[in-house]
């Protein structure tokens, strides 16, 4: 089992930058691929971007390419999203979550594990 805990969220301005956090339970974790999610009011629940077990890969949704690192400490048993360049589109709700499995997927019903999510909202 892993209980996941993301926090680091608030209120920002168009353009500038938030990092978020998702503290894992347990060692468990560390085998685990992850990612981040989120959901707007509304809308349904998005892939924001996945890191596998080690960090050695990583994949985006097209919307945040190139503003927006997911990256991992499982020393740490933390996962980060580091998101620049915000946009008001960007507020939502953001989940992390983990997969058993050691792909790199993408969809919500692929994710056994999810934390409580967490507010950003970006205003113009």
């Known amino acids: 089992q892993v209980q996941l805990v993301e926090s680091g969220g608030g209120l920002v301005q168009a353009g500038g930058s938030l990092r978020l956090s998702c503290a894992a339970s347990g060692r468990t974790f560390s085998r685990y691929a992850a990612g981040w999610f989120r959901q707007a009011p509304g809308k349904e629940r998005e892939f924001v971007a996945a890191?596998?077990?080690?960090?050695?890969?990583?994949n985006y949704a097209d919307s945040v390419k190139g503003r927006f690192t997911i990256s991992r400490d499982n020393a740490k048993n933390t996962m980060y999203l580091q998101m620049n360049s915000l946009k008001p589109e960007d507020t939502a709700v953001y989940y992390c979550?983990?997969?058993?499995?050691?792909?790199?997927?993408?969809?919500?019903?692929?994710?056994?594990?999810w934390g409580q999510g967490t507010q950003v909202t970006v205003s113009s």
């Open positions: 979550a983990a997969t058993r499995t050691t792909l790199l997927v993408t969809a919500t019903r692929q994710y056994d594990y």
């Open positions: 890191i596998i077990w080690n960090g050695g890969d990583t």
